[in-house]
């Protein structure tokens, strides 16, 4: 119960990555606020949940649970939400931006073609909606002198991949890093700490319905991913474990890549 007594929001949290971090934070002991644009997001790509909600998957595991929809690229909606959260628990120690993606690619995504609308779509729900929800959570922070936030980037925000496909998500991705790093620099003498993950190729439900887990995307993603295995969400949700945690109390501006050794520097 290293988490006893904490509150910790967690967006994108009613399915996949999200609703493993959710669960693995309730099991530590800390009360967990789900958001989502849909709290009934798990339906889409057929991911069970073990109670009629993400909330109640909380709530069986002995922890306060409260869902939250709304739309993190709207700056007000994110301030509502840290609200009702310390209205309703008193406190936010935790935060953990998950939501975003690489979603509804069109056809063209290259660096230099991509169209504006899709670019800009996913800087909104990557890095726009990572920045509002961060500075909806830092005043509470700083006031409490306490905090640990987690961002999410991507192995994609790392490297180039060598190719000029998924230019948004890549940018937006690497914006997320960066921004951690300044953030961390901001907040650190306030005693908040800001770090972020960088997933590889994760086992997630939207991914599977995607077709990563076929065996011929398997196999030629595993030629490049030393440990021999795609990622499973817990692999994601223990390196969270450790940012949340007093096991991390001296790190802080950190990007942690989660990939099984496919980002090599």
Same mark, same amino acid.
């Given at each position: 119960?290293?988490?006893?007594?904490?509150?910790a929001l967690v967006t994108g949290g009613? &399915?996949?990555?999200? #609703?493993? =971090?959710?669960l693995h934070l309730a099991k530590l002991g800390a009360d967990v606020v789900i958001n989502d644009v849909d709290l009934n997001a798990a339906q889409e790509y057929d991911e069970a949940l073990n109670a009629e909600s993400v909330?109640?998957?909380?709530?069986?595991?002995?922890? #306060?649970?409260? %869902?939250?929809?709304?739309?993190?690229?709207?700056?007000?909606a994110a301030e509502a939400m840290l609200q009702q959260t310390v209205d309703t628990f008193? +406190?936010?120690d935790i935060l953990v931006n998950n939501a975003g993606g690489m979603l509804y690619p069109p056809l063209n995504t290259t660096a230099a073609t991509a169209p504006a609308d899709h670019y800009h779509y996913i800087m909104d729900i990557n890095l726009t909606?990572?920045?509002?929800?961060? +500075?909806?959570?830092?005043? =509470?922070?700083?006031?409490? &002198? $306490?905090?640990?936030?987690?961002?999410?980037?991507?192995?994609?925000?790392?490297?180039?991949? &060598?190719?000029?496909?998924?230019?948004?998500?890549?940018?937006?991705?690497?914006?997320?890093? *960066?921004?951690t &790093?300044?953030?961390?620099?901001?907040?650190?003498p306030h005693?908040? *700490?800001?770090?972020?993950?960088?997933?590889?190729?994760?086992? $997630? $439900? #939207?991914?599977?319905? %995607? %077709?990563r887990n076929s065996p011929e995307v398997r196999d030629r993603l595993l030629q490049d991913i030393p440990l021999g295995r795609l990622g499973m969400p817990e692999d994601c949700a223990k390196?969270?474990?450790?940012?949340?945690?007093?096991?991390?109390?001296?790190?802080? %501006? +950190?990007?942690?890549?989660?990939?099984?050794?496919?980002?090599?520097?």
């Open positions: 119960m290293k988490l006893a007594n904490k509150v009613a &399915r996949g990555l999200g #609703r493993a =971090y959710v909330a109640a998957e909380v709530e069986a595991l002995g922890r #306060r649970g409260l %869902g939250i929809e709304a739309d993190v690229t709207d700056k007000a008193g +406190q936010i909606g990572t920045i509002f929800c961060c +500075q909806a959570a830092a005043p =509470y922070m700083q006031a409490a &002198r $306490s905090g640990k936030i987690v961002n999410t980037a991507s192995q994609a925000g790392l490297w180039s991949g &060598r190719n000029a496909g998924g230019m948004a998500y890549k940018v937006a991705k690497a914006g997320v890093v *960066h921004y &790093r300044v953030l961390a620099a901001e907040l650190g005693n908040v *700490h800001v770090n972020c993950i960088a997933p590889g190729f994760v086992l $997630s $439900s #939207r991914a599977v319905a %995607g %077709g390196v969270v474990e450790f940012l949340v945690t007093d096991l991390s109390d001296y790190v802080t %501006g +950190q990007c942690i890549p989660v990939c099984g050794g496919y980002v090599a520097f």
